[in-house]
């Protein structure tokens, strides 16, 4: 339970109808970025999903909104979120493999390079040890 954090670290969301995903404090941009509560004019969307962003009939941004509520570069980020038609529900996903599932030997690769940005302390095979 103490290494949760590294899977939390790992995940991000991958929107289907974006309603169970909140705008703030969750990664949902792409490379699991999230909207911190913090950010200036946060408190407008505080309580609110994505879906309110998006155009559920044809599964789309609803650029307008975002432009008025965020800030350029943060609209940009929402704007480049990638919304795939077949996904219908929200889910978990694991940001760190190209095949989206969470595995050992990613995390590691997580931790070496991401989380202590030590590239040097990578030792191949090593996490099958794990």
Request: proline share 3%; glycine share 6%.
């Given at each position: ?12 969301w ?6 169970s995903i ?12 999230f ?13 609110f999903t994505?879906?309110?962003m998006?155009?559920?009939?044809v599964?789309?941004?609803n650029?307008?909104?975002?432009r ?13 979120t ?14 760190a ?5 969470y ?28």
């Amino acid at each position: 339970m103490r290494a949760r954090f590294l899977v939390r670290g790992g995940a991000r969301w991958s929107i289907g109808s974006g309603a169970s995903i909140s705008i703030l404090n969750e990664p949902w941009l792409p490379n699991g970025e999230f909207i911190s509560s913090d950010t200036p004019d946060a408190h407008i969307v505080q309580n609110f999903t994505i879906n309110i962003m998006m155009n559920l009939y044809v599964k789309s941004r609803n650029e307008h909104v975002e432009r008025q509520v965020f800030s350029m570069d943060i609209a940009d980020k929402i704007l480049h979120t990638q919304l795939i038609s077949k996904v219908d529900e929200d889910g978990l996903i694991w940001k760190a493999e190209w095949h989206v599932r969470y595995s050992v030997r990613s995390v590691y690769r997580l931790c070496v390079y991401e989380l202590i940005d030590s590239p040097h302390l990578w030792r191949s095979g090593f996490w099958s040890r794990i």
